[in-house]
């Protein structure tokens, strides 16, 4: 499988379970990050998808990055797209088991020493600047970092950033002839979006989800309503998920907007009261 069969397959049927669960008409939809991609290709291709999106809140998200670190670019551009026969993610897991190389990575970020070091190092490298490094980096991040991922999923994005075109998967020529009838693949157009409502998320220092990346995203997409765009000063990348100081820029805008454009019990409401306990709030993510 891949990000073509998770479009084509998987997602839908998540926003079909979520109002099942729920009995909800309409949802909220998050995404995040590497997510992006999958999520915007689904809602253009079923409309009547979009439609039943309340709110769409996009967290740091990325299409073809239009600025990549020097050791992201090697690894999405040189590394990914020639490795053919075991599933890996953002980790080194083609090399090594996942069970021990999580056990090890997490026991290193809980090292103080190592995470003002080696860890801050590699996450600005990744990542982006963080003058406010001070996360809950181990918890949050290391845990469910380090996942399984199909191979033709990191290839596709690795030849998504090679070429700076969100098309279908690239299989070659003559596989592509196969595939589609012709020798390049097709584009996936995520012009349009019917979703009610629209939020962007994204860190001021993020080196992933740029600030070029972002506007290019905003212009080459158009909605019913205008979208709102939130940025968190002094975040990088993972700070949007780690950064201890994630309730003040990220939940809380969040859960404000989401209330602002919700039918649940305080919502709209001067005091901008949560749900009663045990008040469901319909909601789909894919997170990467």
């Not at 990575?105 to 990542?127: C, G, H, I, P, W």
């Not at 584009?187 to 740029?210: G, P, T, W």
Request: glycine fraction near 4%; proline fraction near 6%; charged fraction near 20%.
């Amino acid at each position: 499988s891949g990000l073509d069969y998770i479009i084509k397959y998987e997602l839908y049927n998540q926003i079909d379970l979520v109002r099942n669960l729920t009995g909800a008409k309409e949802i909220h939809y998050f995404s995040f990050s590497l997510t992006t991609m999958t999520t915007m290709a689904l809602l253009a291709k079923k409309p009547s998808y979009a439609k039943m999106c309340r709110t769409y809140t996009q967290m740091a998200p990325v299409i073809a990055a239009s600025h990549f670190s020097h050791l992201a670019r090697i690894y999405w551009e040189k590394i990914v797209p020639y490795v053919t026969n075991r599933g890996i993610g953002h980790s080194p897991s083609y090399f090594f088991d996942q069970v021990i190389l999580k056990k090890v990575v997490f026991k290193l970020a809980k090292s103080d020493f190592l995470r003002y070091t080696a860890v801050q190092e590699l996450n600005r490298m990744l990542f982006g600047p963080s003058p406010i490094y001070h996360t809950n980096l181990e918890r949050n991040v290391i845990h469910h970092l380090i996942q399984p991922v199909s191979f033709k999923s990191a290839q596709h994005y690795g030849q998504v950033s090679k070429t700076q075109k969100f098309r279908h998967y690239d299989y070659g020529p003559l596989g592509n002839l196969f595939h589609y009838n012709k020798t390049s693949p097709p584009e996936y157009k995520i012009d349009r979006l019917e979703v009610q409502n629209y939020l962007i998320i994204s860190a001021a220092l993020d080196a992933l989800a740029d600030s070029l990346t972002v506007q290019r995203i905003k212009e080459q997409t158009s909605t019913p309503t205008p979208v709102t765009h939130m940025i968190a000063p002094g975040f990088n990348h993972i700070d949007l998920v780690a950064a201890v100081e994630v309730d003040i820029y990220v939940n809380k805008p969040i859960i404000e907007y989401l209330d602002k454009h919700s039918d649940w019990p305080g919502a709209n409401s001067s005091q901008k009261q949560a749900p009663a306990a045990g008040t469901p709030r319909p909601m789909a993510s894919t997170a990467q």
